[in-house]
């Protein structure tokens, strides 16, 4: 009697040590490598799930209008990753039929949603300091930089920084302090 006593003090520890490991394998450990549940959760987190021939639209100006090209991109699952590699694409050129558009040496510094849902963009000095165009090319070149991230992600506006900082224009003739669609959502009317 005296034996079965002790057996049973010693088996009831280790059937509960052997179900609690169990459950946690079963529960725990199954969810985090299952790519369906990461999936499901990447979606909930309001951010697109972004296949590896993801199609992004870059917009670049011919004359007085915008004309836009697709480029197929490599995986990612973040919107701000989305918008650097569109305004990458874009300022380097390299898929635009017409080459020297955007001011050379532009790279992107960062990018962030405001708690206004305005999307901001941190260029290199390069922009503001190798653009030397008329005021029609710094308005195309707004116009293609805005629509080129809210074609590809969800953002009201969109503003531009320089070094981390706000500016006053890009070459005088825009007042930049401002998101920019007010701005370049405006139709050009030729004389």
């Known amino acids: 009697m005296r034996k079965g006593k002790i057996a049973l003090i010693i088996l009831v520890p ?87 558009l955007f001011p050379a040496d532009t790279k992107i ?7 206004d849902r305005v999307f901001y963009v941190d260029l290199s000095a390069e922009f503001q300091k190798n653009f030397h165009g008329s005021t029609l090319e710094e308005f195309m070149l707004l116009k293609s930089v805005y629509e080129t991230i809210v074609s590809n992600i969800e953002a009201d506006d969109v503003s531009i920084l320089v070094n981390g900082a706000q500016i006053e224009s890009l070459s005088g003739h825009f007042y930049l302090k401002y998101p920019l669609k007010r701005l370049v959502t405006q139709e050009i009317k030729e004389k």
Do not use: W
């Not at 309001?46 to 670049?60: G, S």
């Not at 836009?68 to 305004?87: G, R």
């Open 109 to 115: 510094l960062g990018a962030y949603y405001g708690i």
């Open 14 to 100: 280790i059937l509960l040590i052997a179900g609690v490991t169990a459950a946690y394998f079963f529960f725990v450990s199954h969810d985090e490598s299952d790519t369906s549940s990461r999936s499901i959760i990447a979606m909930k987190s309001d951010e697109r799930i972004v296949d590896a021939n993801t199609p992004i639209k870059l917009f670049y100006p011919d004359a007085t209008e915008l004309k836009s090209v697709t480029v197929k991109v490599a995986q990612t699952f973040d919107n701000v990753k989305i918008a650097q590699i569109a305004l990458s694409e874009l300022f380097s050129g390299a898929n635009l039929p017409v080459k020297g």
